[in-house]
């Protein structure tokens, strides 16, 4: 998908600088054989952790489809890291936080664990989307193809555009949908959220 970003650029005439990254040295060397045989030379590769690239060049975009449970959270972070004005993620499976849910008591809706995991995915989803409200974006949650093609079809859309009253109201709504579900996500431990009641 990330090579599309490259071939979009071209037909519009901008360069786009693409650096893909996947913990998997063998997929990386397979998107590398692509993108050579495409002649792309705007795009490497690096096989790495996303919680462990680093960086001192400007991101502009963010991109992440279907990063593995909290790969999702760590492509996030990077994109905060790096400063990206845009960050673009479709979350895949959701594991972190159905396990730190499922250890609590549960009621009619915790019992399935069918409908457990489904909560405990749109619970890490929001808590994501008020991160990043959190720290100066503006986000949307939005489904990107239909259901038809992907049941993972649900993308978190952020775009920097700071508001002191956004941060403020999504640092309550966090904190009140954390304390409530009783669960430490990890998007929480990978960014220095600006926690007080009360946003910054
Ligand atoms: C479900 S695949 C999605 C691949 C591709 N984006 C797609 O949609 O076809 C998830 C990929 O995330 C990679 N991955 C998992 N955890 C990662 C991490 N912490 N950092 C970087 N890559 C990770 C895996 O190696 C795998 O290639």
């Known amino acids: 998908m990330s090579l599309a970003l490259v071939a979009y650029g071209r037909e519009l005439g901008t360069r786009v600088e693409l650096v893909g990254l996947d913990s998997n040295a063998s997929v990386i060397e397979t998107v590398r054989g692509v993108a050579e ?3 792309y030379d705007e795009a490497s590769f690096e096989a790495t952790a996303i919680v462990d690239y680093e960086s001192d060049v400007p991101v502009d975009l963010l991109v992440s489809l279907h990063a593995c449970d ?3 959270d760590e492509a996030i972070a990077a994109g905060v890291r790096l400063g990206a004005e845009a960050i673009v993620v479709a979350p895949c499976c959701h594991h ?3 396990a730190q849910i499922a250890a609590h008591d549960k009621d009619a809706l915790l019992r399935h664990g069918l409908l457990l ?6 619970v890490t989803d929001a808590l994501r989307a008020a991160a990043l409200e959190m720290l100066g974006y503006r986000v949307d949650v939005i489904e990107f193809v239909s259901a038809e093609h992907t049941a993972k ?5 952020a775009e920097r555009a700071p508001s ?4 403020k109201r999504a640092t309550a709504e966090y904190l009140e949908l954390r304390d409530r579900w009783g669960v430490t996500p990890a998007i929480e ?6 926690l007080q009641a009360g946003g910054s």
Request: charge should be positive.
């Open 37 to 39: 045989s495409l002649g």
């Open 70 to 72: 909290t790969a999702t």
């Open 96 to 98: 972190e936080l159905a």
């Open 117 to 122: 995991g489904r909560q405990a995915d749109l």
């Open 153 to 157: 079809n649900v993308m978190l859309r």
């Open 164 to 167: 002191a009253s956004r941060a």
């Open 189 to 194: 431990r990978l960014l220095a959220l600006p």
